[in-house]
């Protein structure tokens, strides 16, 4: 690999860390071609990629960028899962594989450029998804103006019926 060539992965890996919001770096020494393919799709399922690259071109790629934190991770054989979208997914994708793969395991991670250690890679794992989160959300906003009308109902419902028996009593006693 000439230097144009190293420039030119440097620039994309930077391009695609800086536009992700999770960065999570892990062993894979000794795992088959299968398996990482198998990762890898799970992970772009989940909005994350996977790379494996020369851990010096990591180094120089993510220094100065928003995942600066882990850049003194890279040794040994290591990749990087870039999490775009929603980071619980891409977690919670990462640990399932972890669980399956005895060769696979978390090294470190940043989230919005916060270190991250394997133990808090995995608690994020567990969190609900986005949408489950959004749903709550929705669920609880909606209880309040539910249950204001309920209350109102009954109130008009409780005079309605004593307007009801007052009627009832005139009539018997005319």
Same mark, same amino acid.
């Not at 000439?2 to 892990?26: G, W, Y």
């Given at each position: ?23 999570? /770096? ?6 088959t ?16 990629e ?15 960028? @928003? ?29 399932d ?30 969190? @609900?998804?986005?949408?489950?989160l959004l ?9 309040? @103006? ?13 005079? /309605? ?10 009539a018997?006693?005319?």
């Amino acid at each position: 690999m000439d230097r144009s060539q190293k420039a030119a992965v440097i620039e994309a890996i930077k391009a695609r860390a800086e536009s992700a919001s999770f960065a999570v /770096l892990t062993d894979f020494k000794g795992m088959t071609v299968e398996e990482l393919t198998s990762l890898r799709d799970s992970l772009r399922k989940a909005g994350g990629e996977y790379y494996v690259v020369k851990n010096t071109l990591a180094r120089i790629a993510f220094t100065g960028g @928003p995942h600066d934190v882990v850049k003194d991770k890279f040794h040994e054989n290591c990749a990087i899962a870039l999490g775009f979208d929603d980071p619980v997914a891409v977690a919670k994708a990462l640990s399932d594989f972890a669980k399956k793969s005895k060769l696979f395991s978390l090294r470190a991670a940043s989230l919005e450029g916060k270190e991250m250690t394997p133990a808090q890679v995995e608690a994020l794992a567990t969190l @609900p998804s986005k949408e489950q989160l959004l749903g709550q959300v929705l669920g609880t906003m909606n209880a309040v @103006p539910t249950n204001f009308v309920s209350l109102f109902a009954n109130i008009i419902r409780g005079m /309605l019926y004593a307007l009801k028996a007052i009627e009832e009593q005139k009539a018997k006693a005319a």
